[in-house]
Structures are given as C-alpha cells and as structure tokens.
C-alpha cells in the first residue's frame, strides 16, 4: 500500500508541474499577444481563466505539500520506533497511515483532475494555435491526459477515499486547521473551510428525513458525492499556516 501511495503522489506532484507549465505557457501568450488594441490577459473573460487556473494550481500544491509531510512524518517516526522501541509512536504511526489511506487518492484525483483543466485552459487562452504541435501548450495537453488513468483512473482514486470519508478518518485534520490560530486574510478562509466541513458531514450523516441516494447527491452538489465535498473542505484549507 505504501508503494501505491507513494506512486500516486509522484503522478500528482507531475499533474500539478504539467499545470504548472501549462499556465506559465498561457500567460506569457496572454501578455503578447493582442486584440483590440491590448493584451488579451487585460480582456476580463481571459483574465478570470488565468485567475483561476493560478488558484487552483496553488490549491493543489498547498494538498500534495500535506500529503507530503504525512510521508515525512510517518517514516521519521517509524525509523525512531525502529532505534528507540518507544511505543508511544505507535498510534502517532498508525494515525499517519489512515491519513495517508485518505489523502493519497484525494490528492491524486484533485491534481490530475485540475491539471486537466488548467490544460483545457490554457489551451483555450491560445486560440487555434494552441492546438498546433509548435507550441508547447499542445504537448502539456498530451501528456497531462494520462495522469488521470495511470496508478489508478480519477474514478478508482474515488473509490479508494470513500471508505475513509465515509468513516470520518480525515475529522481530526479538518479540526486540527478550524482551530489554528489564524488572523488577517487568512481568517476568511478558515470560515470558507467550517462552512464546507459542515458541508460534508451533512453528506456523510444527513439528518435522518433527508436520507437517501437522492439526498446525498443534493446536498454534495451533483456526482461529485462526498470526496468531492471532502475536496472541497480541503481546497479552503490551501491558505492554513504551516
């Protein structure tokens, strides 16, 4: 399991530097490249498609960096535990493998999917050119495609973190940062992730009259289901202090 974790953070840490590319590409073409007597990144539409491509990138890496030092954290104590047989590591171990048993397909499903659309993006801010193999935008597009199949397809990923949603494995994580001591433009996001952690459980526990496969799709905003209300709560949290 470590090893299939471990794959699948190295394909979204790849997602997110396709993404990466894939929007530094845009928005250097955005900045040249004029229409009606200005750059096109001044024009509103294409703005906000380079506001939100920038967002959702750093959202992503602010979840492959948690994920990441749920790795560090795990080996660090397992190699103490190793030296030292100080058994009270044991459940600090234990606690990083659910975690991680969440987070790992989470992270892969949200990179590899965002990558995808930051790609869409970046492609659709260069026009037709985009399309042709003479810019780079067009390969970025290729390669980002397998992301979301390989070490396991977007679907398979949801599959994979519902257990844990379902059981509430991530509910410390999520009080761990409502409880952060936070202050200036950090405070609205830490409201932004109480709301959406509301949220969720209402789509894990609703309310015993709005129970249902029908209910849950409601209160999850569409197919998304719980992972991707658990997304949702996650990508609030970008902005937490370490």
Not at 47 to 76: F, N, P
Not at 189 to 208: M, S, Y
Request: hydrophobic fraction near 40%.
């Amino acid at each position: 399991m470590s090893m299939m974790n471990g794959a699948r953070l190295a394909v979204a840490a790849q997602a997110l530097g396709i993404a990466e590319a894939a929007y530094d590409e845009a928005a250097r073409y955005a900045a040249k490249r004029t229409q009606f007597g200005t750059a096109i990144r001044d024009i509103p539409a294409v703005y906000r498609m380079l506001l939100t491509m920038r967002g959702e990138i750093e959202a992503t890496r602010a979840l492959l960096y948690e994920a990441g030092q749920w790795v560090d954290r795990k080996r660090a104590w397992e190699r103490r535990l190793e030296e030292s047989g100080e058994d009270a590591l044991r459940p600090k171990i234990k606690q990083a493998e659910r975690l991680l048993g969440v987070l790992t397909p989470l992270v892969k499903f949200y990179a590899t999917e965002m990558g995808n659309r930051v790609c869409y993006q970046a492609m659709q801010v260069h026009g037709g050119t985009g399309y042709m193999r003479e810019f780079n935008v067009e390969r970025h597009f290729r390669d980002m495609r397998v992301t979301s199949i390989y070490e396991g397809t977007s679907q398979m990923q949801v599959v994979a973190a519902t257990g844990g949603l379902l059981g509430h494995e991530l509910d410390e994580l999520f009080k761990a940062w409502q409880e952060a001591d936070v202050e200036g433009e950090l405070q609205p996001l830490r409201e932004r992730l109480i709301a959406a952690t509301a949220q969720f459980n209402l789509c894990v526990d609703p309310p015993a009259g709005q129970r249902g496969r029908g209910a849950g799709r409601l209160l999850c905003g569409g197919h998304g289901g719980s992972s991707g209300a658990a997304g949702q709560c996650l990508a609030a949290a970008a902005g937490r202090p370490a």
